[in-house]
Every structure is written in structure tokens, then in C-alpha cells.
């Protein structure tokens, strides 16, 4: 067995039944995850994580009543990390019911707004809450959009001093604090919204 094969399955969600590696790999931990013609697969839905000590596949099971994402669904996700062409998000709420644990998701800059951006880091900002939608639940990190009027931000402050704004124009905000203009790709009812997730 070889320590290279734990790569990035750690931390990846699975079903019942998904595959998660051989057991040429590692070996199935109680509960989690069992051994099926020499496949380790996971017993419940949940998170993997590879134990590189005792080689072992095990799946922390998402909590009873958990609801998961699925392909058209609308979700609520806080920004972690901003690149030029993607968003790191983590997904808190699916159609406005919390999710325990969050799943990690992305968006790419084709699928982060209505309107053309050349640089994502202009319009999403670490911090900022957004809501979107699932186009691929089946990928991890799961792959979201925000294409239509009521998605983008929903919930920001002021990525220079950290207070609140307000928004002056389309995909505009402004300071109230310190007075500085920023760039968001908003949703038609930032400011407005009546669920305001908790984090």
C-alpha cells in the first residue's frame, strides 16, 4: 500500500454504495465504508477521509434529517477563496434548509453572472454570501451557477474596512462606513433579502 493514492479523496462527499478507491489502497473502516470485490465503498453518505496512519477509507456520516444538494437546486453558499476564473464556495443551505455538514463547491467565471466578467476578483470577494444554483451535484468540489437576476451576492461588507454597504447601482456598492465604491455581482434583491444565512 502506498501513502500517493490518498490524493484528493479526502474530504470528497459519497453516497451509499459509491466506490471510493480498491483495496490495494487501504482498507474499509467499521461503520463507513465496506469491501466489495476488492472495492471499498461507502456504507453511508456523508465525507471521506483517508487515514494515511492505518490505511483506512472511512465516511463521517452527514447528520440524520442532512439535506443534499441535487442538480437545479437552489443553495446558499459563503465565498472562501477568489482566483481570476473561479470561486471556492461552501455550501450552507439547500432551497433555504441548513446543511450539516457544509459541502465545498466551485463556480467558474462562464457560470458566475449574467453579464460578461473578465476577472472574477472584480465581482466576489472572500466573505460574501451568494445564492445560486446546482448544475452538477455529482462532482466535488459540486459545481454551482449564478446566471439568473436573483442569484450573486445577497450579503457582503466592505472588503477594504469590513463595514457595511449599500448598493448605488447594478453590481455596485458603496461603503457606508468609509465611503469606497466596490464591484459585486449581485442579486436583484441584495439588500433586500429576508433569509439571511448564518455562518
Do not use: W
Amino acid at each position: 500500500m502506498s501513502k500517493d493514492t490518498t490524493g484528493d479523496d479526502s474530504d470528497r462527499i459519497v453516497f451509499p454504495s459509491e466506490k471510493i478507491g480498491v483495496e490495494e489502497q487501504f482498507l474499509p473502516a467499521t461503520g463507513g465504508s465496506y469491501l466489495e470485490n476488492h472495492e471499498i465503498r461507502a456504507a453511508v453518505p456523508g465525507k471521506v477521509f483517508i487515514d494515511t496512519k492505518h490505511y483506512r477509507a472511512k465516511v463521517f456520516a452527514f447528520n440524520k434529517g442532512s439535506v443534499y444538494p441535487s442538480r437545479h437546486d437552489t443553495v446558499i453558499a459563503h465565498v472562501i477563496r477568489v482566483t481570476r476564473s473561479t470561486v471556492r464556495l461552501s455550501i450552507g443551505y439547500v432551497n433555504k434548509k441548513s446543511m450539516n455538514p457544509t459541502v465545498s463547491a466551485i463556480m467558474h467565471i462562464s457560470d458566475a453572472s449574467t453579464d460578461y466578467i473578465e476577472d472574477l476578483d472584480d465581482y466576489y470577494a472572500a466573505g460574501d454570501v451568494i445564492r445560486a444554483k446546482v448544475i452538477d451535484a455529482k462532482t466535488y468540489p459540486i459545481q454551482l451557477e449564478a446566471k439568473s437576476n436573483n442569484h450573486g451576492v445577497i450579503a457582503t461588507t466592505c472588503k477594504f474596512c469590513g463595514e457595511k454597504v449599500e448598493k448605488i447601482r447594478k453590481n455596485q456598492l458603496k461603503c457606508l462606513e468609509c465611503g469606497r465604491e466596490q464591484s459585486r455581482a449581485t442579486s436583484i434583491d441584495f439588500g433586500s433579502t429576508n433569509f439571511i444565512p448564518e455562518y
